[in-house]
C-alpha cells in the first residue's frame, strides 16, 4: 500500500496538481501490486471527475468499495464532524436535508456511477465494514483473490480497528482541528497526508486513541430514522442486486 495509505489524488482541488510523478513516489516500485485507499474518491458532489482521472492513468485498476449500513455510517459522519467542531447546526434539521453530504456520502450506489460509466464491473468489488468485523479472515482472503495476490497470507494487524468515531470526538481532537484551521496553519491541515509517514504516524497517535472507549451515537427521532431510511431503500436494493447478497446486518432497508 502507499505511504501515506490515502493520497487523495484523483481529486483536483487536493493532490491533482502534485503530477503523476508524485503519486507513483508513494509506491515500493519493486512490488508488481500497489494500492492505495482514499475516502474522498466516492464524495459527490463535493469531489466531481474522480473515476474519469482514475481511468486515463489506471484503465486496468481493480476498485475495492468498503461500505456500512449508511444510516450507521451517517451517525459516524455526524459524530465526526460535530466532535472536530465542523458541524455547529442542529442535527435533526440538518440529517433531514436529503442534498446534505450526510445523506450523500451513504448513497453508495449513486456514488458508484462514474465508477461504472468506465471500469467494467469485473474491476469492482464491494465489501462491508460488518463482513470485516464479523468475517474478518473470509473477507480479507476474498479481498486479497480479487486483486491478485496470496490469499493465504495473514497479520496480527487484521485485528486492529483504527479511525473510529471515538477517536475523533476528543477534545485532543477538537483542539487540534481547530489549531490548523488557524490562519497559517491551513497549509498543514492541507499538506498532512503528504508529511512522512513517521511524522504522521506520531501526530495520529496523540490525537486517536485506539484503546477508548466508542462515543455513544447519537438517537434519530423515529419520524427522522423513517424519513433518512426512505432515503436509502433504492439505493441499497440496487446496491446489493449489484453485489449479488444481501449485506448482514442492513436489516431495515
Not at 450507521?72 to 433531514?96: D, F, I, K, N, Q
Not at 477517536?167 to 477538537?174: E, H, I, L, N, V
Not at 423515529?222 to 436509502?232: A, G, T, Y
Request: hydrophobic share 35%; net charge neutral.
Amino acid at each position: 500500500m502507499s505511504k501515506p495509505k490515502e493520497l487523495s489524488f484523483f481529486i483536483s482541488e487536493l493532490n491533482w496538481g502534485l503530477g503523476l510523478d508524485w503519486y507513483a513516489s508513494r509506491f515500493d516500485r519493486r512490488i508488481a501490486v500497489r494500492g492505495e485507499s482514499s475516502p474522498h474518491y466516492t464524495n459527490l458532489p463535493r469531489f466531481t471527475g474522480v473515476a474519469s482521472r482514475l481511468h486515463e492513468c489506471c484503465p486496468d485498476a481493480r476498485l475495492i468499495y468498503l461500505v456500512r449500513d449508511p444510516i450507521e455510517r451517517l451517525l459516524s459522519h455526524w459524530v465526526h464532524a460535530c466532535g472536530s467542531g465542523y458541524e455547529t447546526r442542529e442535527m435533526v434539521p440538518t440529517l433531514a436535508n436529503p442534498e446534505s453530504p450526510y445523506i450523500c456520502r451513504s448513497k453508495y450506489w449513486m456514488q458508484l456511477q462514474p465508477f461504472l460509466e468506465l471500469f467494467d464491473r469485473s474491476q469492482i468489488e464491494i465489501l462491508t465494514q460488518e463482513e470485516m468485523r464479523s468475517e474478518r479472515e473470509e473477507t480479507m482472503r476474498k479481498a486479497f483473490r480479487f486483486v491478485g495476490v496470496d490469499e493465504r497470507f495473514s497479520s496480527d494487524e487484521f485485528g486492529r480497528e483504527w479511525e473510529r468515531s471515538n477517536a475523533k470526538s476528543g477534545g485532543k481532537y477538537r483542539f487540534l482541528n481547530s489549531t490548523v484551521r488557524l490562519p497559517g496553519l491551513r497549509a498543514f491541515d492541507e499538506r498532512f497526508d503528504r508529511l512522512p509517514e513517521s511524522l504522521r504516524w506520531m501526530v495520529e497517535r496523540i490525537v486517536h486513541d485506539p484503546g477508548k472507549p466508542l462515543r455513544p451515537k447519537p438517537e434519530l427521532p423515529p419520524s427522522l430514522l423513517e424519513r433518512i431510511r426512505d432515503c436509502f431503500v433504492e439505493d441499497v436494493t440496487a446496491l446489493q442486486e449489484f453485489a449479488g447478497r444481501e449485506f448482514s446486518g442492513w436489516k431495515r432497508y
